[in-house]
C-alpha cells in the first residue's frame, strides 16, 4: 500500500491537475466509480494505473472485478494519499491515470456512415459547460464532438468530471482551427447552425425543417458568444427563446436544447 502523500509517485500523479503536466506526459487524471467504471468498460487499454483505498474496493466489487477482467492493476493506497492524487475536495475512493485519445477532425469527416450531428466548441472557456455539453452530445447521438484551439483543455480534470463517462463513448478532437473545421463541414455537406443571441428564433428553423440535415452546431464564449467573423462563417444562426423572465440560458443547458432539437428531427 502507497501510505506516503509525499512520495514521488503520488506528486506526479497530483501533477496531472495541471496542464504543463498533461501536456508534458500525454496523461490525464480520472476520478471517481462512474467515471473508471464508464473507462473500463469502453476503453479499458487507456488506464495507464488505477490507485482505491481498501474501503472503495470493499464499496465497489463489480468495479474491482471489471479491473481484473481487463488486465488492469489496482493499486491500493491510504486516504491520505488518495485526498493528495486527487483534484476533488472529498475524492470517492478511486482514481485513475489514463492516456490522452483525442481524436482527428480527417477521421471524424471520414468515418461510414458520414456524420450528421456534430458539437463545435468555439472559446468554450468553463470546464463545467465544456464536459457538460460533452455529454450532451453523448445523449443525442451526436458522432462528435470538436473542440477548437481557443477552448478549455479536454483533459481539465472538471471537464473529464462534468462528461461523467461520455468522455469514452464520443470522438473529441481538439486544438483545431474554426475556419478550416467549417471548411470540412461545408465540403461533407454538413450544414453549419451557430447558436447566438443574435441568431433568428430556433422554432423557425424547426417549422422550415432544416433540422432534420446533416448539422454541425456551433457554440461560442460564454460571455460574449461568437464574434461577427465567425457567424458570417455559419450558414445560419439560431438562439433558444427564452419565454420567462430570466434574463439569459446557460450555455450548457442552450446547447442540449439545440442537440436534441437536432437529434429529433433527424430521428422524426
Known sequence: MIDNPRSPRVRAVAKLA??????????????????????????????????????????YTELAQASVDAGVDIEFVSEDVLQAMA??????????????????????????????????????????????????ADSAGADAVIMTGRSVDLYNPKVVRATTGSLFHVPVAVGVDLP????????????????????????????????????????????RGLTDENLALADRAVVVPIYGH???????????????ESAFAQRA
Open 18 to 59: 495541471k496542464r504543463d503536466a498533461r501536456s508534458q506526459t500525454g496523461l490525464f487524471l480520472l476520478e471517481g466509480p462512474q467515471a473508471v467504471a464508464e473507462a473500463l468498460a469502453f476503453r479499458p487499454e487507456l488506464l495507464v494505473e488505477l490507485f482505491a483505498t481498501p474501503t472503495a474496493l470493499e464499496r
Open 87 to 136: 483534484d476533488t475536495v472529498t475524492p470517492q475512493g478511486l482514481v485513475a491515470v489514463c492516456r490522452q485519445f483525442p481524436t482527428s477532425v480527417k477521421d471524424i469527416f471520414a468515418a461510414d456512415p458520414a456524420p450528421r450531428l456534430l458539437a463545435i466548441l468555439e472559446e468554450v472557456r468553463d470546464p463545467g459547460n465544456a464536459g457538460t455539453i460533452i455529454r450532451a
Open 180 to 223: 478550416s473545421v467549417l471548411r470540412r463541414c461545408s465540403e461533407a455537406g454538413v450544414q453549419v447552425l451557430a447558436a447566438d443571441v443574435k441568431g433568428g428564433d430556433l422554432l423557425e428553423a424547426r417549422r422550415e425543417g432544416i433540422l432534420s440535415a446533416p448539422t454541425a452546431w456551433l457554440f461560442g464564449n460564454e460571455a
Open 246 to 260: 430570466a434574463e439569459s440560458m446557460n450555455l450548457a443547458t442552450a446547447a442540449s436544447v439545440c442537440l436534441y
